[in-house]
């Protein structure tokens, strides 16, 4: 049986791994594609904390994704153009909740 974790474990977990991903997109956006790291923390989250942390990270890590990525860059913007690119992003990630 496995032991029952804290909620503040669970959800810090969650707000923990997309934190560090968005310091690494930081650092290596010029260099590199980050955002199967975003995917990374939310099987993370998924794994060790639960669903609901899951949960928590899609939406975090889908604000992180529309902030560095979505044109324009560095500003949260949501529009008809972007939805399907922010769409499939957060589609995917809850899948990979599941």
């Known amino acids: 049986m496995r032991r029952k974790q804290p909620v503040v474990f669970k959800y810090g977990l969650a707000v923990l791994s997309v934190a560090v991903v968005v310091l690494l997109t930081s650092l290596l956006e010029r260099f590199m594609d980050t955002i199967p790291l975003f995917y990374a923390a939310v099987i993370i989250s998924s794994r060790y904390g639960g669903r609901w942390s899951g949960l928590l990270s899609v939406l975090l ?22 939805l399907p690119y922010l769409g499939s992003f957060a589609l995917l990630a809850l899948i990979v909740t599941f």
Do not use: G, K
């Open 61 to 82: 890590a889908t604000l992180a994704v529309d902030y560095y990525f979505v044109p324009p860059s560095h500003r949260f913007t949501l529009n008809i153009a972007t």
